[in-house]
């Protein structure tokens, strides 16, 4: 799995952060998304899933 976000597109709602506190942060100073890591371990798969789909601003690309 590769992960690439579009930051122009977050809205900072914090949705992949809660879905995947170990691949997504965001920025202290504006909420937006900060990517962790592009590559999580298999184990976090589901959890990187859930977060694209829960995003609202479709800013969460995930190559499989
Ligand atoms: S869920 Fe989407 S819009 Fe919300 S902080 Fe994460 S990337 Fe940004």
Redo the contacts with the bound molecule.
Sequence with gaps: MRIT?DQDK????????TAAMDV?D?RDED???VLLTSTPPAELADDVRQ?AI????L??HIEE
Excluded: E, M, R
Excluded at 10 to 17: D, W
């Design positions: 976000i977050c809205v900072a709602s914090g949705q992949c952060v997504f965001q909420g937006i998304v977060a829960l995003c609202p601003a800013a969460i």
